[in-house]
């Protein structure tokens, strides 16, 4: 697998956690995520062992989307400007921006087999209901300004509705009814459990925009997580440490989806100290996405040491717990 060692394991993780398609539907009805991996494998040292059978689909897709996803993120530069600021006006989160991208790759010229139009997708009905003008002679879901600020519209009372963006982008795709329908069969709004209950297509769906905003940001967000998760950063403290606290000590700004237990495990630091040095670790870096880590000197170089290690270690905690 000369691609996959390549790009190294733990964007390999990322990119399997969130791409890769149910290996055997024939075998099983559960459409989840964990199913693509040996559970049995958690403890060893090695971590995650990928289906087989996931293999060929993961790097597949590698070479299909990762070149262009990569060109989009030139080119698009304007556009993605743009709909920050429009977004930002409706009190969105701009990470909803690559929603536009895996509907349409960011075409405004993007036509679905269902009659979808525009880079946001807007069926006619939907995009009428929104304000966008729908004629023989002119079609507003294709002009860029006009259709993410009917796009931004519609997102928020999805919001509403569902208070979870995994919950919007699943609805987006697939309509409030088939998300409404999922929540119903499975007694819970929680997309983490109710997604087996979701039709494939708005499955990988909410799937590749969690893929696609690791491709772009190189991180999770608040767009990502679950209702409950967003819920469960809880008070952080503010009290700074006071100068003699920090002495001895260093700070380095953390990007990506890292766990205590994991920088702990490898670092040695205590894990009272730890919690002194860095508040609400856990919940503040899964709502930013970043967080200024602090530690002793040599914990500090420990954590440099193993940084790899802790990396993958913390993406395994997260899909385990998934």
């Given at each position: 697998?000369?691609?996959?060692?390549?790009?190294?394991?733990?964007?390999?993780?990322?990119?399997?956690?969130?791409?890769?398609?149910?290996?055997?539907?024939?075998?099983?009805?559960?459409?989840?995520?964990?199913?693509?991996?040996?559970?049995?494998?958690?403890?060893?040292?090695?971590?995650?062992?990928?289906n087989?059978?996931?293999?060929?689909?993961?790097?597949?897709?590698?070479?299909?989307?990762?070149?262009?996803?990569?060109?989009?993120?030139?080119?698009?530069?304007?556009?993605?400007?743009m709909?920050?600021?429009?977004?930002?006006?409706?009190?969105?989160?701009?990470?909803?921006?690559?929603?536009?991208?895996?509907?349409?790759?960011?075409?405004?010229?993007?036509?679905?087999?269902?009659?979808?139009?525009?880079p946001?997708?807007?069926?006619?009905?939907?995009?009428?209901?929104?304000?966008?003008?729908?004629?023989?002679?002119?079609?507003?879901?294709?002009?860029?300004?006009?259709?993410?600020?009917?796009?931004?519209?519609?997102?928020?009372?999805?919001?509403?509705?569902?208070?979870?963006?995994?919950?919007?982008?699943?609805?987006?795709?697939?309509?409030?009814?088939?998300?409404?329908?999922?929540?119903?069969?499975?007694?819970?709004?929680?997309?983490?459990?109710?997604?087996?209950?979701?039709?494939?297509?708005?499955?990988?769906?909410?799937?590749?925009?969690?893929?696609?905003?690791?491709?772009?940001?190189?991180?999770?967000?608040?767009?990502?997580?679950?209702?409950d998760?967003?819920?469960?950063?809880?008070?952080?403290?503010?009290?700074?440490?006071?100068?003699?606290?920090?002495?001895?000590?260093?700070?380095?700004?953390?990007?990506?989806?890292?766990?205590?237990?994991?920088?702990?495990?490898?670092?040695?630091?205590d894990?009272?100290?730890?919690?002194?040095?860095?508040?609400?670790?856990?919940?503040?870096?899964?709502?930013?996405?970043?967080?200024?880590?602090?530690?002793?000197?040599?914990?500090?170089?420990a954590?440099?040491?193993?940084?790899?290690?802790?990396?993958?270690?913390?993406?395994?905690?997260?899909?385990?717990?998934?």
């Open positions: 697998m000369p691609l996959l060692v390549k790009l190294g394991r733990s964007l390999v993780l990322v990119f399997l956690l969130f791409f890769s398609a149910p290996y055997s539907q024939a075998q099983t009805d559960f459409r989840g995520f964990n199913e693509l991996f040996d559970s049995a494998s958690w403890n060893t040292p090695t971590g995650v062992k990928l087989p059978q996931a293999i060929s689909f993961v790097e597949s897709y590698m070479h299909r989307a990762g070149p262009g996803l990569q060109k989009i993120k030139d080119w698009g530069l304007p556009y993605f400007t709909m920050d600021q429009v977004l930002k006006e409706n009190n969105l989160p701009g990470q909803l921006k690559y929603l536009a991208v895996i509907e349409s790759g960011l075409r405004s010229t993007a036509v679905s087999w269902a009659g979808a139009v525009g946001w997708q807007f069926m006619p009905a939907t995009g009428k209901r929104y304000g966008l003008k729908i004629s023989g002679q002119v079609d507003e879901r294709m002009d860029y300004i006009k259709s993410t600020k009917a796009a931004a519209r519609y997102l928020a009372d999805l919001y509403k509705q569902f208070q979870d963006w995994l919950l919007v982008i699943a609805a987006y795709n697939g309509g409030e009814g088939t998300v409404n329908r999922a929540i119903r069969l499975s007694g819970s709004r929680d997309f983490w459990k109710l997604q087996r209950y979701l039709p494939a297509e708005s499955l990988n769906h909410v799937r590749k925009f969690i893929a696609t905003h690791y491709v772009f940001e190189g991180q999770g967000g608040a767009t990502t997580l679950t209702r998760e967003v819920q469960a950063q809880g008070e952080r403290l503010t009290l700074p440490l006071s100068v003699a606290a920090q002495e001895g000590t260093t700070t380095v700004l953390l990007e990506g989806r890292y766990k205590k237990e994991a920088i702990i495990k490898y670092t040695g630091v894990p009272a100290e730890f919690k002194r040095y860095n508040p609400s670790f856990d919940e503040t870096i899964s709502m930013r996405g970043n967080y200024r880590l602090r530690l002793s000197i040599p914990c500090m170089h954590f440099e040491e193993n940084k790899g290690q802790i990396l993958e270690e913390s993406l395994q905690l997260l899909l385990r717990r998934n």
